[in-house]
């Protein structure tokens, strides 16, 4: 896995941001190269992924905390390996498992998914750290 980031916040250490991101692929089993980018973005905008079989990044708003930043990462990164694995589909609309769902953000599947394995990155992390 190699990575590599644009516009890093000053507020977030490389070392970390590294463990972070190891961590967050090991976790998931994830070998990937991957750009991590810090924009602004809008205020109820935490983060999002941009998946193709030939670049993968995702993309984390700079305004965040720490804890907001190794969690939207975790986030996102759910959502890497759920377009490896195929299970989620980029295009409009977005598909899970060969289905379109249209549901609020908060119901739809990959974000249920992705939710519940930030919560489960955050606590091991945590633990290590």
Not at 39 to 53: I, P, S
Not at 56 to 82: C, G, M, P, W, Y
Request: proline letters at 2%; one cysteine or more; aromatic letters at 14%.
């Amino acid at each position: 896995m190699m990575y590599m980031t644009v516009n890093k916040p000053k507020h977030l250490k490389v070392n970390t941001l590294d463990r972070v991101v190891a961590f967050a692929c090991d976790y998931l089993d994830l070998d990937i190269d991957l750009e991590v980018r810090f924009e602004k973005l809008r205020d109820f905008q935490y983060g999002f992924c941009d998946y193709d079989e030939d670049e993968v990044s995702i993309t984390i708003s700079r305004n965040l905390s720490e804890a907001d930043t190794i969690r939207t990462i975790f986030h996102e990164l759910v959502h890497v390996k759920q377009y490896e694995d195929g299970r989620l589909e980029a295009g409009i609309p977005q598909r899970w498992m060969g289905n379109e769902y249209d549901e609020d953000y908060e119901n739809l599947p990959w974000e249920i998914e992705a939710f519940y394995l930030e919560q489960k990155m955050v606590d091991i992390y945590s633990e290590s750290v």
